[in-house]
């Protein structure tokens, strides 16, 4: 790692110092992190908050009351939940695209680190500007395959319940081979994303296309699947805690103290504050996952000098 005089690591880290490394990338770099947070972020990131209080306001008719009664639902209530839940999903998927491109520009800083150099906002903004299509390209690939993964489970534990003519609700063999494959099926598509979590970064710092991207990842992860699930899952409960610590005590200092506990305008603060604080943390994972890329290149190549 870069400290002090600039040069580039060429030699294996273990799993505790590579949270050391991404912690003193995170501090070294940390304004420039947020920039590119908020450039790439905040736009998806609102238009998610304000689709899912849409969607909310749209599932309040077919939630009980506080006296367990439910109301009847009407035509136009029907409707307005489909709108929402379409609007909710395209938000959705603007955020998983904008995610890729603010982690190609994270690991472009990482990179340009670990090469001895000060990495720039306009650098950053060239390789997500020049490789965006590619990231994009393979988060499509990686989000596709795992739907299929999901669909094609759905459908054989469907057909294996309906062929063997039992209630779903009463359990049987039928059930119980349903529940394994749809047991099944989870575990592939978390493999699958563990083997392919390094795509985004080789995308960044190799220019390789979408396919190219999963299929390096797999390369590199080889023999190293449970260490790159531990970084993955470690990173992302550290955002989650630490951001989630934040969110809360911001909402309960700038929503509930203000506006008042459980009231809309409370609501739709803590739902602005929970997206404004996920972009500040946002580059905790990316920078985790591309150091550990580094890694895998020293131990499984013995080279970790960025092009």
Do not use: K
């Amino acid at each position: 790692m870069l400290d002090g005089p600039a040069r580039p690591t060429l030699v294996p880290v273990s799993f505790g110092t590579m949270f050391e490394i991404t912690g003193r990338l995170v501090r070294r770099h940390l304004r420039l992190l947020l920039v590119l947070a908020a450039v790439f972020l905040l736009i998806p990131a609102l238009v998610g908050a304000v689709a899912w209080i849409v969607l909310f306001d749209a599932l309040l008719p077919y939630l009980p009351d506080p006296n367990g009664a439910r109301a009847a639902v009407t035509l136009a209530q029907g409707e307005d939940l489909v709108r929402a839940s379409l609007i909710f999903v395209a938000a959705a998927l603007l955020e998983a695209v904008a995610s890729a491109l603010a982690a190609v520009a994270f690991s472009r800083v990482v990179a340009t680190d670990y090469a001895a150099r000060r990495p720039g906002f306009r650098e950053a903004a060239v390789t997500v500007a020049r490789r965006g299509p590619a990231a994009v390209g393979a988060i499509l690939l990686s989000l596709g395959a795992t739907i299929a993964i999901g669909l094609g489970g759905a459908t054989i534990a469907l057909a294996i319940i309906s062929a063997s003519g039992t209630d779903a609700r009463g359990g049987g063999l039928g059930v119980f081979l349903a529940l394994i494959v749809v047991v099944s099926c989870v575990a592939v598509a978390i493999v699958l994303s563990v083997r392919w979590s390094l795509a985004l970064v080789a995308v960044a710092v190799e220019g390789v296309g979408p396919l190219g991207a999963l299929i390096r990842s797999w390369r590199l992860t080889a023999g190293a699947a449970w260490r790159t699930f531990g970084v993955v899952v470690v990173a992302t409960l550290i955002t989650a805690v630490l951001g989630g610590l934040m969110s809360e005590l911001l909402g309960l200092t700038l929503a509930d103290l203000v506006f008042g506990e459980a009231s809309e305008q409370a609501l739709a603060m803590r739902t602005g504050i929970s997206a404004v604080v996920a972009i500040a943390f946002a580059p905790i994972l990316p920078v985790a996952v591309t150091v550990l890329y580094f890694d895998r290149r020293v131990r499984a190549e013995g080279d970790a000098a960025p092009p």
